[in-house]
């Protein structure tokens, strides 16, 4: 056996102008290893890995692979090193198609120089992912157009397609189902087999208990330890992380369910979802349960008129509407969490206080005339009952971790005031504690009389929040439980179409 490791990171340090994101940090991990990084929102594990991969410059510390210092100062050499990485933030080419993205650069010639060889390109792309499993995805289709779950398998394919030896997959199940999952377990451990270091970030303890043959937590930019699996447990893991046990995980609640404040007749979509038909009540919380692709997320932007249905009605509080257009649906209190963060959920480019006053401008507006103050105090407000870090509104979103730009998302549908409250995914790359503070945000809303629609494919999430939950697949309703008929056994099957 080699007497070191196969990667060194020490005394990595790193500051972004002002945030001290990396003090000091030693941390190595071997070839044919599944080596976790777990840690609260902003704890630099994205840091850590981006500077593995060329993304990020160090200011101190050196690295060393097999035992030989290395100088990763772009994503070129750290390719030349066999580091590829898959972000939390997606780097895909939106435009280009899935062919092109996964070949990018390596794309196959025809006979004459500067033609690219179209039919071998899509038939390579295709092979490389089916070799993963990964199925369903037309090579040909631009990549904006795919759902993210399927963005986030291209991501993968790419990265994988040029067989590194450090695989850095950094939150890569927020976004996939409980089937895409077990294909990316499987993918994992055959690279683990074929003696790739695999580097694996996830707020999912479960997951990372799983695949995971060490553990190293980040706390505050500092190693809290290594450990194995088999030495700890989730809640010994959670107070490193956090530095204190958790209370209650779910609130408890004795919901107080009042009269209908939303319900869809036969709302339909083509090729989307069919008829679908549900009522949600006043201070009621209904899991919204499926496989990624079932359509919720579909059925979701169809009520908040982001992309109106074909077919069918919605009423609010006793009365048909017409929603045309998200704006509209916001002027009638029907609020939106979307999933995509990125992609309609905010504008990185943007200061926290600007994206979470977005939508609820109108309300501090007098006469035309902002009122800076009032704004600034309800985003204040939100930033820390939200724990968004740093807590400073004047911040840009991009200069924010993954899971306070989440928070952002969240912060500004808060403010909405509104009378239903759709949150597709709401806790994705969202670190324990603070999924704890928005499941209590939750409870309270729901007591306030808010109606909620929980879309999540995090089951123990579903089971923990909600007083009924539905079950969509294949565009359709299949299934409806109450609270204390629902498990996970349940939900699952009928998910999958294994329950009449
Ligand atoms: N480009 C940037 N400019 C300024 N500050 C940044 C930038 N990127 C990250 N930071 C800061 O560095 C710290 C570490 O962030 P990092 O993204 O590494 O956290 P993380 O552990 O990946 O969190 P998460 O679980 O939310 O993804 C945070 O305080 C963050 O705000
Ligand atoms: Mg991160």
């Known amino acids: 056996m080699r007497k070191h490791e196969y ?6 340090s790193k500051s972004y102008d002002g945030t001290q994101a990396l003090r000091g940090v030693t ?8 080596h976790a990084i777990v840690g609260e929102n902003g704890a630099g594990k994205s840091t850590l890995i981006k500077i593995l991969s060329g993304a990020v410059r160090y200011d101190a510390g050196q ?6 210092p290395v100088s990763l100062d772009s994503p070129l050499h750290a390719h030349q090193a066999g580091i590829r990485a898959v972000y939390q933030e997606f780097s895909l080419i939106p435009h280009l198609t899935v062919t092109e993205n996964i070949l990018l650069g390596r794309m196959p010639h025809g006979k004459l120089r500067g033609w690219v060889d179209w039919t071998a390109a899509h038939r390579r792309a295709q092979d490389i992912l089916d070799g993963l499993g990964f199925t369903g995805i037309d090579v040909r289709t631009p990549v904006s157009q795919l759902s993210v779950s399927h963005q986030q398998m291209v991501e993968i394919a790419k990265a994988v397609a040029e067989r590194p030896r450090i695989l850095i997959l950094d939150e890569p199940s927020a976004v996939l189902s409980q089937e895409e999952l077990k294909r990316l377990f499987a993918l994992v451990q055959q690279l683990k087999s074929a003696s790739t270091l695999i580097l694996y970030i996830s707020h999912r303890l479960n997951e990372v208990f799983e695949i995971a043959d060490r553990i190293t937590v980040l706390k505050d930019g500092e190693i809290v330890g290594t450990v194995r699996p088999q030495d700890t447990d989730e809640g010994r893991l959670i107070k490193m992380m956090v530095g204190r046990t958790l209370g209650e995980f779910y609130p408890k609640r004795e919901a107080k369910v009042g009269g209908e404040v939303l319900a869809v007749q036969g709302l339909s979509r083509e090729g989307a979802f069919a008829d679908v038909s549900f009522s949600l009540a006043r201070g009621e919380i209904l899991g919204m349960f499926g496989l990624v692709g079932s359509g919720r997320t579909q059925v979701a932007r169809s009520i908040y008129g982001a992309e ?6 919605i009423r609010l509080e006793g009365k048909t509407i017409k ?7 916001l002027q009638l209190g029907i609020a939106l969490l979307t999933e995509d963060r990125k992609r309609d959920g905010l504008v990185l480019s943007c200061s926290i206080r600007d994206n ?3 939508a609820t401008l109108p309300e501090v507006t007098r006469w035309g005339f902002l009122n800076m103050h009032q704004v600034d105090a309800r985003v204040q407000r939100q930033v820390q009952e939200l724990t968004i870090r740093p807590p400073q509104i004047q911040r840009l979103v991009r200069q924010l971790s993954g899971g306070n730009q989440q928070k952002v998302v969240l912060a500004k549908w808060l403010l909405t005031h509104a009378k239903v409250l759709i949150l597709d995914e709401p806790t994705r790359g969202v670190d324990i504690a603070t999924k704890v503070d928005i499941y209590h945000i939750m409870s309270d809303l ?4 808010v109606g909620i629609l929980l879309i999540s494919s995090e089951l123990p999430e579903i089971l923990g929040m909600s007083d009924r939950v539905l079950v969509m697949r294949e565009g359709r309703l299949v299934g409806e439980f109450t609270r204390a008929q629902a498990s996970e056994e349940k939900l699952l099957a009928c998910a ?3 329950l009449q």
């Not at 109106?308 to 009605?313: F, H, L, N, R, S």
């Open 27 to 34: 941390f190595s991990a071997d070839l044919g290893e599944v």
């Open 7 to 12: 990667l060194l990171m020490q005394d990595i």
């Open 496 to 498: 999958a179409g294994l």
């Open 356 to 358: 979470i006053s977005l």
């Open 323 to 329: 929603i045309r257009s998200p704006r509209d649906a």
């Open 446 to 449: 729901a007591d306030q009389g």
């Open 63 to 68: 690295i060393l692979i097999d035992g030989k």
């Open 308 to 313: 109106p249905p074909d077919a069918g009605e």
